[in-house]
């Protein structure tokens, strides 16, 4: 017995090889460069690029403005996700699978395409915003502002919290639900005292993941505002490639920096929503 998990573990790690070369690869020596020029300035060690970025109030406020669209359209899209995936957990399972499909559809539409069709439909002469217009609901809407980045956002946000969130729900089992109703208790009553507190730690994770998408998102805020956005994103991009403030090192400080915000909330979760020792 003892000789067949030796075997089996050699085998384990034999197939896995190749996954963690791709790791290596792809993630561990990108963010080892990125960590090791972050502390380079014009080839000498120095910290005078994180000198640099936290004593700017333009680059500053890129991370604010970040932070702001990503919390926000993180907590929308929990709010309205959470009570679209109770409602599909009581649909038949046919209608299921067609909304996840479409669900995971229009959450991997982004970047350039999601930034174009929105433009299409709700930029200035777009054909919703002609009709929101025409109808008089809107006198006019700015989709290339800090508000039309909410809006475009919230749309891959939500259909990603209903991807996340969709699958917890198994954890509110019929039989929960229905010791709750021989107990008197009502509806509300039942998700204030029971449905929140368990889904609770799944709720958080998927809060996170929901901030850390919108945190990293590129593509779809440079096709829809440019650098007309104040964005950390943007900002990278264009201390990366562009043809005038182009600084390597620099943006890779950011992207240490950003990878930093990302890290500490995730790990305080972790800890936060760590199961309780029941002998405690």
């Known amino acids: 017995m003892i000789e067949i998990g030796r075997r089996g573990r050699i085998i384990a790690w034999a197939c896995a090889i190749p996954f963690l070369a791709v790791i290596f690869l792809f993630e561990v020596m990108p963010l080892a460069a990125v960590l090791t020029n972050s502390v380079f300035k014009e080839g000498v060690p120095s910290v005078l690029n994180y000198a640099e970025i936290l004593g700017s109030r333009f680059y500053l406020g890129a991370f604010r403005v970040s932070f702001s669209i990503s919390l926000l359209t993180a907590l929308i899209a929990l709010v309205v996700a959470f009570p679209i995936a109770i409602i599909l957990r009581r649909m038949p399972g046919r209608v299921q699978d067609i909304i996840l499909v479409f669900s995971n559809i229009g959450t991997n539409f982004t970047g350039y395409p999601l930034a174009f069709a929105f433009v299409i439909l709700m930029g200035v002469s777009g054909s919703i915003t002609l009709l929101l217009i025409e109808a008089g609901l809107v006198k006019d809407f700015n989709i290339y502002s800090t508000a039309g980045l909410v809006f475009v956002y919230s749309y891959f946000q939500i259909l990603l919290g209903i991807l996340l969130i969709f699958p917890a729900l198994g954890a509110i089992t019929p039989d929960i639900e229905e010791a709750a109703k021989l107990m008197g208790a ?36 440079e096709a829809l505002v440019g650098s007309g956005a104040n964005l950390v994103t943007i900002r990278i991009g264009e201390l990366t490639a562009g043809d005038v403030f182009s600084d390597p090192n620099l943006a890779d400080t950011m992207a240490t920096l950003l990878v930093i915000i990302l890290i500490i909330p995730i790990v305080a979760a972790q800890f936060l929503l760590k199961p309780k020792d029941s002998n405690a």
């Open 186 to 221: 009502s509806r509300w009553l039942f998700w204030r005292r029971i449905g929140l507190p368990i889904l609770a730690p799944s709720l958080a994770g998927a809060l996170l993941l929901l901030f850390a998408n919108a945190m990293g998102t590129y593509a779809t805020a």
